[in-house]
């Protein structure tokens, strides 16, 4: 396989958790999107790292970091979720219009 | 023999993908996450990194997968029916995924990407990154595990009831 080909992978990935983020109510399910956009992008790095760079350690620590930052960030979602869960007893996004103009 | 791994690990990226974006039920959209993850695992061997392969395993099959997990065991997403999908919602979400899809696939086609000769085998050494971590991009490295620890508070402080005991 050459860049192009992971480039499109990458692409259909990331299409997909877009898909998801849009038009998911669940909100777990939205985050699942949101993680499969960054699992695009972290592909799309590697892709990157093998084919066109002569380094190869600066793509890997860049995919190490988004790895580390994607546990940070779904540690919180998922306190906000539960917290939702516990308040409001739902994690329905169309549900939770308190914010709505 | 590679070509076929190659592929191999491209269908477990695409199915499993297509079950965590498309299935309306979550538990369903976890194990495609899974099944998509080990995919990419196996692709990031396959380009060469064993470690962020390792990593990619460890830390996100075994660690965010087994907490989201968690947070669908312990709200109630499991055990109520998903609610019925609102074609316009999904039609809209569909076009907007589709557009974008096929206007990056533009770029990517007429875009011409610099390529350079395969790196020396032994440039892809764990101890590259070891040393590239705590020399060169140290800030970086320290910054991360910062916000890792602030996360880890943060996410304490929210999901904790109230300290009067009573449900918030």
Redesign the interface.
Known sequence: ?N??S????S??????????V?????L??V???V??MM?AA??NL?????????????G??F???I??????????F??????L???R?T??AEQLTELKG | MEQAV?YLF?GL??IG??M???SRH?LY??I??GI??FG?AG??L????P??AA??LL??LG??TV??V???M????MTLD??P?TPV??G???I???T??VG??GL??TAT???????PAD??AVA??GS??LER?NL?FET?SV??L???I???L??R?DRTGK??
Do not use: C
């Open positions: 396989m860049l192009e992971f480039l499109l992978l692409l259909v990935l990331f299409s997909l958790g877009l898909f998801a849009l038009a998911h109510r669940n777990i399910a985050l699942i999107g993680e499969l699992n972290s592909l590697m892709a990157f790292n093998r084919f066109s760079v002569t380094d190869p350690v600066t890997q620590v995919v190490l970091i790895i580390g930052l994607a546990a940070a960030e779904v540690a919180i998922l306190s906000i979720i539960l917290n869960y516990r308040t007893r994690i329905d | 190659q491209v990226v695409l993908g297509g965590a974006a498309l979550v959209n976890i495609g996450l998509s993850l990419l692709l990031f396959q380009l060469g990194s470690f962020v990593m990619q830390i996100y660690g965010i907490a989201i968690f947070a669908m312990l709200s109630i997403a998903p609610p999908r919602k999904t809209f979400a569909a907007a995924a589709l974008f899809g990056l696939h990517i086609s990407f610099a390529t350079a000769p395969p790196a440039a892809w590259h990154i590239a971590l991009y970086v991360l916000v890792l602030l996360a880890i943060g996410a304490i929210i999901a009831p449900v918030a």
